[in-house]
Structure formats: structure tokens, C-alpha cells
């Protein structure tokens, strides 16, 4: 049951340029969302989250935008720099629920 | 910066035994959850844990499968007859529990039943 998607499984990116992660879902009654990163051999790390009242957060290199009619997010990181490379992973929470809805991940490179 | 503690990192198993990976949370968090990671597949939530009770599980949290809080800080996550397809990384997660919270991730343990 793919409640939430990532259909890029992999992205390539020069260091420098902005790298876009997107992430689609079906359940309207997700209103929190993440984004995780994971290194290989380690827990998925929490990068950022937004709410569904919103439809942007930024931290840093990292934002946040989030469409509710499109059921759309994307993950923008600005300027990508070598470390960003790994595997990000989008997740949603339903409204009154705690536990995480995963997409399959993306694979981001980013070439020196 | 406090972070949530898995052992053991790897466990290999014979089919048919039982199992019990380890975990202790960030002590000042409520909610406990167990996820796993089939190899190249998505995370996927097992049970969440609060107030010394399952709060939620999905469908693959069968019978075969149960949680315990045994004392003020770990939290374990029993397979009681491991089979081929158990075979996956097991993540401990936990947070807050106040709405709108990030959970924290252990490093899993990679468990490989042969």
C-alpha cells in the first residue's frame, strides 16, 4: 500500500546546484510530513518537517514546500555539497497518529 | 546530544528461534516505535509503544512478534519463531510524543535469519 511515494529512485547533482527530492502522497489525512536522510548502516537521520498548515519551511541549505491540492512535497537543498549524499527518505503522519508512513527513498549524488 | 541506542548492531538467527533486539530510547520520550527495512525496500512501522502498551501496529506485527518495556529504560522488540523473510534491519525510533515532533532513529540492528 503506497500511501506515499518517491518515484525518483535515484538523482545525480553537480556540487554547487540545488538538488529537488520529490515525494507524492494519497492519504489525505496525513497532516505532518519529514524528510529523513540515511547513510548506509545507520538509522534515518531527521533533516526537516512541515506541518499541512503550512506550505513552506526552510532550515539552511534545506526547504520545505508542500502543495495539499497536489498532495505534493519536495525537498530543496541549496547549495548541494558532497556530504548531502545519501539516501532521503519522505514520511507522513496521520492527524492524531504518531507512527510514520514511508516512501522507498531517493538516492542523491552529488558530484564534486 | 542524547540518542537512541540499539544492540545488537547485527544478529544472526537460525530459523525457528527466537530473537529479542534491544533498544534504549531518549529518556525523556514517550512514544517507542519499532520499524523495519527489508533490503531495498521502504521502512516500514511495526508497533508504536506508550504508557507501557501497544498504542498502534500494522498488519505485519503478527503474533510472532511482541514489545516490552522491562525496566525505566530499554525496550525490546521479540521475534518468537524467526522465519527466512524476517530477515531485515530493525529500527528502534522514539520521540516526544506531543504533536508534531520528529522521531529519533536508532543505527539498527541487522538481523539475518538463516
Known amino acids: 500500500d503506497q500511501q506515499v511515494k518517491q518515484n525518483s529512485p535515484s538523482l545525480s547533482v553537480q556540487e554547487g546546484r540545488i538538488s529537488i527530492l520529490n515525494c507524492d502522497y494519497t492519504n489525505s489525512m496525513f497532516d505532518y510530513f519529514l524528510w529523513y536522510k540515511k547513510y548506509p548502516a545507520e538509522g534515518p537521520t531527521f533533516l526537516i518537517s512541515?506541518?499541512?498548515?503550512?506550505d513552506k519551511n526552510e532550515d539552511g541549505r534545506f526547504t520545505v514546500f508542500l502543495n495539499k491540492s497536489a498532495k505534493h512535497l519536495s525537498l530543496h537543498i541549496v547549495p548541494s555539497q558532497p556530504g548531502d549524499s545519501a539516501v532521503y527518505f519522505c514520511?507522513?503522519?496521520?492527524?492524531?497518529?504518531?507512527?510514520?508512513?514511508f516512501g522507498t527513498g531517493t538516492r542523491l549524488t552529488v558530484i564534486p | 546530544e542524547p540518542e537512541v541506542t540499539q544492540t545488537p548492531s547485527h544478529q544472526v538467527t537460525q530459523m525457528g528461534q527466537e530473537v529479542i533486539l534491544r533498544c534504549v530510547p531518549i529518556?525523556?520520550?514517550?512514544?517507542f516505535y519499532w520499524y523495519r527495512q527489508i533490503l531495498g525496500q521502504k521502512v516500514e512501522f511495526l508497533v508504536s509503544?506508550?504508557?507501557?502498551?501497544?498504542?498502534?501496529k500494522s498488519e505485519i506485527f503478527d503474533d510472532q512478534f511482541s514489545v516490552e518495556r522491562p525496566d525505566g529504560s530499554n525496550f525490546t522488540l521479540k521475534i518468537r519463531s524467526t522465519k527466512l523473510e524476517d530477515s531485515a534491519m530493525y529500527f528502534c525510533?522514539?520521540?516526544?510524543?506531543?504533536?508534531?515532533?520528529?522521531?529519533?532513529f536508532g543505527q539498527g540492528t541487522r538481523l539475518t535469519v538463516v
Open positions: 529518556s525523556n520520550h514517550l512514544y
Open positions: 525510533a522514539s520521540n516526544r510524543g506531543i504533536m508534531n515532533t520528529e522521531a529519533f
Open positions: 509503544f506508550y504508557n507501557n502498551e501497544i498504542s498502534e
Open positions: 512541515i506541518s499541512s498548515i503550512k
Open positions: 514520511a507522513a503522519r496521520r492527524a492524531g497518529a504518531n507512527n510514520l508512513f
